[in-house]
């Protein structure tokens, strides 16, 4: 296999699902539970008082988001739509609006979905079935085992790249995972939940590789497993075969669809935004198009020569901004484009 993804990369050996005795797993899940305890952060969905609605939008907002990028944006967002029904009803140029840079907007548009369908599908209610929750748009295998756990209580597997890595560290000894989640580790995974406190149990093995197991400089004199670490006990090897990938950003078509996002967010609810400003050359705008740059409000002006200053050329600013209305996260008017 060649594909690799950023930070989770080559496979790991076939021997990386090893059995795992119950003595030792008594050990690991009740240093973890209790580690969990006195480490875990006092994040807003973790709260008593956290809804199975807050806790949906806030997987679904932290997926490829850092929690600190994510947590205003998820408090004014549950201040705006409480529930489903809130959401469902909003207009997608504020959902757009109100998502702001959390990236990857469709995102956004994919939880206005989810929230329809809860709404017409379960009376405005979030499910508690996993399945039920599977079948929901935009929910994948992740969100669905987070919400049925986090929100509900339920006993379910929640394996997400942290949950992974902490998993394969201490029980089968190799430093990186797949990228891909396989059937046989998901059913190796969930054998490892425990009958009781499964919810800590997923929460703490989260909340351990995103604080002390991170993936590039694991703190395992902090960690409360380094005497059952099986990556430890074998001396940390380095996988040879891995390769990161760069996150390279300058210059990449997510860097320019989130310049023209921002664009259509300052613009909004102003006149739409001429795709001309976006995408002509300067040296091509005529006088009246100059003249309308220069007039622009400040904030939309300064996201439109955000996007000139890329200078990522009219035919690839143009391509770029027709995928956003096929994506339905703007709207062309003749030559103008608008938040949907
Ligand atoms: S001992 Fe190190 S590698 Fe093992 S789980 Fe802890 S932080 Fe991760």
Redesign the pocket.
């Given at each position: 296999m060649t594909h690799r993804d950023a930070g989770e990369l080559t496979p790991p050996p076939a021997t990386a699902l090893p059995p795992v005795d119950p003595e030792t797993l008594a050990t690991v899940q009740h240093r973890i539970i209790d580690w969990y305890a006195e480490h875990a952060r006092p994040l807003p969905w973790r709260s008593a008082d956290a809804t199975p609605w807050s806790i949906l939008v806030c997987e679904v907002m932290s997926q490829q988001t850092p929690i600190s990028r994510v947590l205003p944006r998820w408090e004014a967002w549950m201040e705006t739509w409480p529930g489903p029904a809130d959401l469902a009803a909003a207009p997608a140029s504020q959902v757009l609006l109100a998502w702001d840079s959390l990236g990857y907007p469709r995102r956004a548009l994919r939880l206005q979905e989810t929230a329809a369908a809860i709404v017409e599908r379960h009376g405005g209610e979030v499910p508690d079935d996993e399945e039920a929750l599977l079948a929901l748009p935009g929910v994948g295998a992740y969100t669905a085992a987070a919400v049925t756990s986090f929100a509900h209580g339920g006993r379910t597997a929640v394996l997400d790249v942290n949950v992974r890595r902490?998993l394969g560290?201490?029980f089968a000894g190799v430093q990186h995972r797949s990228p891909s989640l396989t059937a046989a580790e998901r059913r190796w995974a969930a054998a490892l939940v425990p009958d009781d406190e499964h919810v800590a149990w997923n929460a703490g093995a989260m909340e351990?590789g995103a604080l002390?197991?991170t993936a590039t400089s694991?703190?395992?004199d902090a960690?409360?497993?380094?005497d059952t670490?099986a990556?430890?006990a074998a001396g940390?090897p380095v996988d040879p075969t891995v390769v990161r990938r760069g996150q390279a950003w300058a210059g990449t078509d997510r860097q320019l669809r989130g310049a023209i996002m921002r664009a259509l967010r300052a613009g909004n609810p102003s006149p739409p935004v001429p795709v001309r400003l976006l995408t002509a050359p300067t040296a091509q705008l005529t006088a009246d198009e100059s003249r309308l740059l220069e007039d622009l409000d400040d904030p939309v002006q300064r996201a439109v020569l955000a996007v000139r200053d890329l200078d990522a050329g009219g035919d690839r600013t143009a391509r770029l901004a027709e995928d956003l209305v096929r994506d339905g996260l703007a709207v062309r008017e003749a030559d103008r484009l608008r938040l949907p």
């Open positions: 902490v560290r201490v351990l002390v197991c694991p703190a395992c960690c409360p497993l380094t670490c990556w430890v940390r």
